[in-house]
């Protein structure tokens, strides 16, 4: 069974913290991604990475940043966390040239 | 024009309808098709994934696919409270990079028991 794990459910932080989201899953796959959810705005995509440390900015990858230095795990980096970067974010891997994606169980983080 | 659109809802159906949740899209080379199905404040679930025109069905679930009409349904028969949720639609065209698809926003579905 397909498998994507993240690393917290809830997070709160204050604005200027350093944030790390961890998402890892267990197929295999070589395709990870993170996107944020936002009433209004659906799914939005920050970064992919195509293999272990590839990787390409999405739609908003502007006060983000990533790193994959294993093939099974995928992290999310606020540099500075602010509170327009409250929301949902989701993980989520595909294998090599297949297109369906999977999706963790969301983090959703409010910064204050 | 958006790429895809999506109606956001809500609906409501009583228990035991049949729902039909649509998406229309603007991309002639999108090929794969996706729903995924979301319970609120959790991570979307893939439902469903077709490949060009036609139909597919698992279970109570069929997906439908227009490619002339830009045009795809899901259809839920004899619903159940259980199917409660936001649907999403999602797509992306074949061949370059497999990485992105284009979603819709979502649909929110409620069903009363």
């Known amino acids: 069974d397909v498998k994507v794990t993240q690393s917290s459910r809830y997070l709160v932080k204050r604005t200027g913290e350093k944030v790390f989201l961890e998402c890892v899953q267990d197929?295999?796959?070589?395709?990870m991604f993170w996107y944020r959810q936002d009433p209004g705005l659906g799914l939005r995509l920050i970064y992919f990475?195509?293999?272990?440390?590839?990787?390409e900015k999405g739609d908003i990858p502007e006060g983000y940043s990533v790193s994959r230095e294993k093939k099974e795990r995928f992290s999310l980096i606020l540099e500075s966390a602010s509170t327009n970067q409250t929301s949902m974010y989701l993980c989520?891997?595909?294998?090599?040239?297949?297109?369906?994606?999977?999706f963790g169980p969301g983090t959703r983080l409010t910064v204050t | 024009q958006k790429e895809v659109e999506q109606d956001p809802g809500p609906l409501s159906v009583p228990e035991g309808a049949i729902v039909s949740l649509n998406c229309t899209y603007s991309?002639?080379?999108?090929?794969?098709f996706m729903w995924y199905r979301q319970y609120s404040r959790k991570g979307p679930e893939l439902l469903m994934y077709?490949?060009?025109?036609g139909n597919k069905e698992d279970g109570r679930f069929t997906a439908q696919v227009d490619k002339s009409s830009k045009y795809i349904s899901l259809f839920i028969r004899d619903s159940q409270p259980s199917d409660s949720a936001t649907y999403l639609c999602?797509?992306?065209?074949?061949?370059?990079?497999?990485?992105?698809?284009?979603f819709g926003k979502g649909t929110l579905l409620t069903v009363n028991p």
């Open positions: 989520a891997s595909n294998r090599d040239r297949g297109y369906e994606q999977y």
């Open positions: 197929m295999d796959h070589e395709n």
């Open positions: 990475s195509y293999d272990v440390k590839m990787k």
């Open positions: 991309n002639s080379a999108f090929q794969y």
């Open positions: 077709t490949y060009s025109s």
């Open positions: 999602a797509m992306t065209r074949s061949g370059g990079s497999n990485y992105k698809l284009t």
